[in-house]
C-alpha cells in the first residue's frame, strides 16, 4: 500500500522507526505539540486543513499519529481517502500499546506526569497561542513585569501549583532512546518537582500495526470517504458517523 | 458612592488589596453585605466573564479578578452568615476522580462565590462518594463536576450514577464542564446542564437553581 500518516511531532521518532521497518510505503507529515493546545475545534479545524490538502488518488489510506486528544480528532471527516485513528484518548496510550494497560496505568496512578523521548524534546518555548490556555510555561520575571510583583507572584504559583498536586513521573521508553540523554532529563525533571520517578517499559506494537497496514476494529477505527470520526463517550473512544 | 465604584474597578482590575479596602470602607459607611455582594460583587463578576467572552481577558486576569473578589468574600462572607442572608445556592463543586487539573475549576468556584452562591469546594481528584455526602450534608442544590481529560470524563458519568444510587438526584442540579467536554456528553449521561466557560457557568447555575 501507499499511505500517507499526519502525525503529531511527540510521536517523531516512534512514527519515524515504526515507518521504516513498515513493508508499506509511507509519506510522513508531522504537526506540531502545539495544535494540543488549542483546544478540540481549532486543533480538529487546522488537522482537517492538512488532511484536504491530500491529493486524490494517491494513498490507500490516510493515517493519523494520535488520539482523541482531547476532541482534537473529533469531527474530522475522510474526503477521497478513508482516514484510520487509533482508538486511543492520546499518545501516552499509544506508547504504552494498548487503551487497556493506559486505563489500568491511569486508574491505579493519580497524579502522574508523563514524558516519552517527543515530549522532552519536542514543543519548547511555545507561544501562548490561545486566550484558553494558561501560559504555563511563563517564567515569573515574564508575569512579574507584566502584573507587577505581587500578582506576578501569585498568577506563577497558581500555574506552577501543580507541582504539588502531582506525585510521579513516569518516564515511557520504547527502546529507542540513544545514550542516557533522555533518561537523565526526565530524571532531572522528576527531582526539580519534588516527584517520585518511575521508568515504563513503552510498547511500539499499535504504532507499528499503524502502519504496517493492520487495523483490526478493537484497536482502530476507520472513516470511508464522507463520514467523520466523533468521540464515542465510551470504552472504544472514537467511532464514525455518517 | 465612590467606595463601591472602587470596589467594581479594583475587582476587574485584579487588585486584590484596593478590594478589600473598599468593602472595608464600605461595610464602615453602613452598606449591607448582602448589597455588597449583589449590587457590585456580581456584576463586577459578570463583567469579568464578558471580557473572557470576547477575549479581552485570558485565564491570568481571571485569576486576578477572583483573587480580588475572594479578599472582598473574606470580609463580607462572615457577616452574611451572621445577618443570616441565604445565597442565591449552595454549589458541590470539584474536579472527578483521576483528574488533578483545576485551575478552571477553580475560577467557576469563584465566579460563583463572587455570583451569590455558596461553594463547597472539594478540590480535584474527588470520588463519587464524597460528591453525594457533601451534598448531602450541606444541603446542597446544585452540584458542578469539572474535567479536563476525556479519559477522565467516565467519573462524570459515575458520579451522576452515584447521585441516583444515594437517592440524592432529585435533590440536587448537576452542571458539566471542562475542556472536552460537550453538550452531547452532557445530554449522555443525564447531566442538567453544561457550559463552556466560567462566565457562562454563573448564568447556568442561577438558571439551573432557579428551575
Redesign the interface.
Known sequence: MRLKLISCEVLFREMCDSCAHSAHQVDLEFLPKGLHDLGGKPMAAKIQETVDRIPEGVYDAILLGYGLCGNGLDGLTARHTRLVLPRAHDCIALLMGSRERYQQYFDGNPGTFYRSTGWLERGKGLQQLTHQTLGLDEPLEALIRKYGEDNGRYLYGEMTRYRSQYAKLTFIETGLEAGGKFLAEAAAEAKENGWSFERLRGDLAWLRRLVDGEWPPAGFVIAEPGQRLAASYDALVVKVQA | MPDLEQLKQALIE?NW?TAAAATQAALAEGVAPLTIVTKHLVPAMDEVGRL?EC?E????EM??SA?AMKASMEIVRPLLAASGAEPVGRVVIGTVK?D????GKNLVAAMLEGGGFEVIDLG??VAPELFTEAAAARNANLVALSAL???T?PSMRTTIDAFRAAGLREKVKIMVGG??V?Q??AD??GADGYSDSAGSAVALARKLVAA
Open positions: 485584579g488589596k473572557f477575549e481577558y485570558f485565564v491570568p485569576l486576578l483573587r483521576g488533578l487539573h483545576d485551575i480535584a481528584d481529560l476525556t479519559v470524563m475542556a472536552p460537550t452531547q456528553y449522555a449521561i
